[in-house]
């Protein structure tokens, strides 16, 4: 009954923008913390951007600077607006959701980001 549903992928030029979104249903939205995480072909998956249950946002290294996580309580979505694109940001971008009082843990199915000229 859980699902997270990305959307907002797409295809981008360098230095342009793209907003993420996810919409979460089936659990208490207010008690995950949320994250985006991205996949590069033959890459390990890794953190994008996460932020808690309370709205405390940290950002990759990568991403610090260039990207904003946020939440909408009442609308049980995550967006993830993302700038100043470079072609190495190319990557399936997924969705997260962790439990701040368990070790429950949801994915979504990810959504494409192609960064190119």
């Known amino acids: 009954q859980v699902q997270l549903v990305e959307s907002g992928g797409g295809l981008v030029q360098p230095g342009g923008s793209l907003r993420l979104s996810c919409a979460a249903s089936g659990i208490t939205f207010s008690r995950y913390s949320m994250g985006w995480y991205r996949q590069a072909p033959g890459k390990q998956r890794e953190l994008v951007a996460r932020i808690t249950s309370r709205g405390i946002s940290n950002y990759a290294d990568s991403m610090r600077g260039r990207s904003t996580i946020s939440r909408d309580s009442a609308k049980n979505m995550v967006y993830l607006q993302m700038d100043s694109l470079k072609p190495e940001d190319t990557a399936v971008y997924y969705c997260?959701?962790?439990?701040?009082?368990?070790?429950?843990?949801?994915w979504g199915q990810g959504t494409q980001v192609t960064v190119s000229s």
């Open positions: 997260n959701a962790q439990y701040t009082y368990g070790s429950l843990e949801y």
